[in-house]
């Protein structure tokens, strides 16, 4: 029974029990340069929730990878001087929240700015009339996400995705999306909502505090609205240096969003990466009036910007990396990645080179071992498998099981599987996807085959294989690019989320049981079609023949990679730069539906690649709130010729316990 969902639709992280109302508003980053002695990592704690109504609490967030002190930071409204606060604890981990009530009451209209103990502003939010009760919460991502006033219970102390709604207001849907302060001096809006927005009324302002607000639309090129998908740009008349920060207000001087960066930080400009939605970064070319082309150090602007850590080396003999192709925009409300803003290159250079994959490419589906998450299991293309472990902080073949992989065939010992994705199913075997016999690449072959990883050998076949091609007659047309849009991912979901969270079984039109499927084991097996971005689920059964449940649409145009994260209880979908690099966590809704929740980006300073394996550590390997994230790179391109990335396949991050 296939599930629809409209592309804006994906864009929720939240929960339908909250309403939107009113325009709120709020700074994103600090309002003030960074001073000498203002604590490490002070610009990345925002502020998150705060409440007007009886308590007059406040929640900062610290949205970077390290800890940060907040003893002795001060707070202020509209009408009281900066004052000392009593918070909940006097650092605040990363990832982590803390929350304190004002020393003084918070009205009606107000506003709120946090300061360092020497007086560096760090965030500020300001709302009108009544928007700020029962409170307002960042939605769309902890500490980055657009201000929303909610109508029920608060969140304080925890992630705002429960009491956020679906959809945010139009107005919170322009994000300023590129700055510099190169010459030209120039700011660029991006709307990503569903609808054309007045900006007749806006202003923009920055640091300095004896500067007044500038109409946007006064400025060169006077502008009034910005379409649906569109951008605006204008050139600052108050002029932009280093150290500086820019503040886009509405018509009522609430701010809509803000950027701040330090020296040379926005030179040739900063950006958002993703488009609309990601932290900001430098980049080494200005994008104005279109996409960010989010090409740079990852280093700069005034959000959470990361670094791309490790990599280097030369290329072996014939390892040859492969531009990405397919590139395409993330859907409308994609969020930026909740993790860490750090990534580690995370394998040695053309470390995946076979007999019939020598160039080093073509790294695929990975998975952890949920029965043992120091294991990661990676299919390559080209009808390889492995099993990785860390050494020195790099991922590399387990030389006690074999240190240059094991070749996988299909049932009998035939053939060259185009093996794309895997999963680590109940039985601790692993299930790996392909798309067609690469020795007859113009036929599809839309299977999944089931390896022990006991076996012994240095070429594996199937234990079990099944064999779903004639399912998709529109793969089968004598093209080779056609028969390789097939299975690109697996994942193995277990029977105990689908029967918790109240799965409709779409073969009864009742609550799923899985004792009415005797032989398909503990769990069901949800395949990703590259082709259209569906993913397809199946019983898989002991006796070689399988149960269709139907189609479940993931609102992406083509998926590369599936997992079932049982940290956020959620079935996770991947796409690479096909999609603007993202991940739609999938949930089962109160009808018993599979629908998309959330869709996130990749951290900013990852190249934007064929990017098709994803993988996250279970939450049993959580320290500090964070677990790991790796990736993979099909083309181990990175960002080109010359660059640190060039010729590796693995990335590592983190991701939110």
Not at 490 to 505: I, Q
Not at 522 to 542: I, K, M, P, Q, R
Request: glycine share 14%; aromatic share 8%; hydrophobic share 35%.
């Amino acid at each position: 029974m296939p599930v629809s969902l409209s592309r804006t639709g994906v864009a929720s992280v939240c929960a339908a029990a909250l309403m939107c109302s009113g325009l709120l508003v709020t700074g994103v980053l600090a309002a003030q340069p960074a001073a000498a002695t203002a604590p490490a990592g002070y610009q990345n704690v925002r502020i998150n929730e705060v409440t007007s109504s009886g308590d007059d609490t406040v929640e900062l967030y610290n949205a970077g990878s390290a800890a940060v002190s907040i003893s002795g930071w001060k707070v202020s409204d509209d009408s009281f001087s900066p004052q000392t606060f009593s918070p909940s604890a006097g650092t605040i981990p990363a990832g982590g929240f803390v929350t304190f009530n004002s020393p003084k009451g918070l009205g009606d209209s107000d506003k709120l700015v946090i300061y360092t103990s020497d007086g560096t502003a760090v965030d500020r939010v300001g709302w009108a009339a009544d928007e700020a009760k029962p409170a307002m919460a960042r939605c769309g991502g902890d500490g980055t996400g657009a201000w929303v006033t909610t109508t029920a219970a608060t969140t304080f102390g925890a992630s705002n995705t429960s009491g956020c709604p679906s959809s945010v207001p139009a107005a919170n849907r322009v994000r300023i999306n590129e700055v510099t302060s190169n010459g030209a001096e120039t700011v660029e809006l991006y709307n990503g909502g569903t609808r054309a927005v007045s900006i007749a009324s806006w202003k923009y302002v920055d640091n300095d505090t004896s500067h007044s607000p500038v109409a946007i639309s006064s400025s060169s090129p006077s502008a009034t609205s910005i379409p649906a998908g569109g951008y605006v740009t204008f050139n600052s008349a108050l002029g932009l240096g280093d150290n500086d920060s820019v503040f886009v207000l509405d018509g009522n001087g609430n701010t809509i969003d803000s950027v701040t960066w330090a020296t040379d930080g926005a030179k040739p400009s900063d950006e958002r990466c993703g488009n609309g939605t990601g932290w900001f970064r430098t980049a080494t070319t200005a994008t104005l009036g279109s996409a960010n082309s989010c090409s740079g150090s990852g280093g700069g602007g005034g959000g959470q910007t990361g670094q791309l850590l490790g990599g280097g080396g030369s290329l072996t003999s014939g390892c040859t990396p492969e531009a990405p192709t397919g590139t395409g925009s993330a859907s409308s409300g994609t969020l930026a990645w909740p993790g860490g803003p750090d990534v580690t290159i995370a394998d040695n250079v053309c470390a995946f080179t076979t007999s019939t994959g020598p160039e080093g490419r073509d790294l695929s589906g990975l998975a952890f071992d949920p029965a043992n998450p120091s294991v990661l299991w990676a299919a390559k293309n080209k009808n390889w498998l492995y099993k990785l472990v860390k050494s020195n902080g790099k991922w590399i073949p387990d030389p006690s099981w074999s240190a240059t992989g094991k070749q996988i065939r299909f049932a009998g010992g035939s053939g060259e599987p185009d093996s794309e994705g895997l999963t680590v199913g109940g039985d601790g075997h692993v299930y790996v996807t392909s798309e067609r016999d690469n020795t007859d690449n113009t036929v599809p072959k839309d299977t999944i085959m089931e390896f022990d990883p006991a076996a012994t050998g240095s070429t594996l076949t199937p234990i079990r294989q099944w064999d779903m091609t004639s399912q998709f007659p529109q793969l089968d047309t004598g093209s080779k690019d056609d028969a390789n849009l097939g299975f690109e991912g697996v994942g193995y979901v277990p029977d105990s989320w689908l029967t918790a969270n109240g799965w409709v079984d779409p073969l009864t039109g009742a609550r799923y049981n899985p004792a009415n499927y005797p032989l398909h084991g503990s769990g069901l097996f949800f395949a990703g079609l590259e082709w259209d971005g569906t993913l397809h689920v199946y019983g898989l059964n002991s006796d070689g023949t399988f149960t269709t449940f139907g189609t479940v649409a993931t609102g992406e145009d083509s998926v590369m990679d599936v997992a079932f994260d049982a940290g956020t209880q959620r079935v996770i979908a991947t796409c690479d730069n096909t999609c603007g690099e993202t991940h739609t966590l999938m949930k089962i809704n109160p009808s018993g539906a599979i629908i998309p929740d959330v869709t996130y980006t990749n951290p900013a300073v990852m190249p934007t690649d064929n990017l098709e394996g994803f993988a996250i550590a279970p939450a049993s390997t959580c320290v500090d709130g964070f677990r790991e994230a790796v990736w993979s790179d099909d083309g181990i391109y990175g960002f080109g010729s010359g660059s640190s990335s060039y010729g590796h396949a693995l990335y590592s991050g983190t991701f939110p316990c």
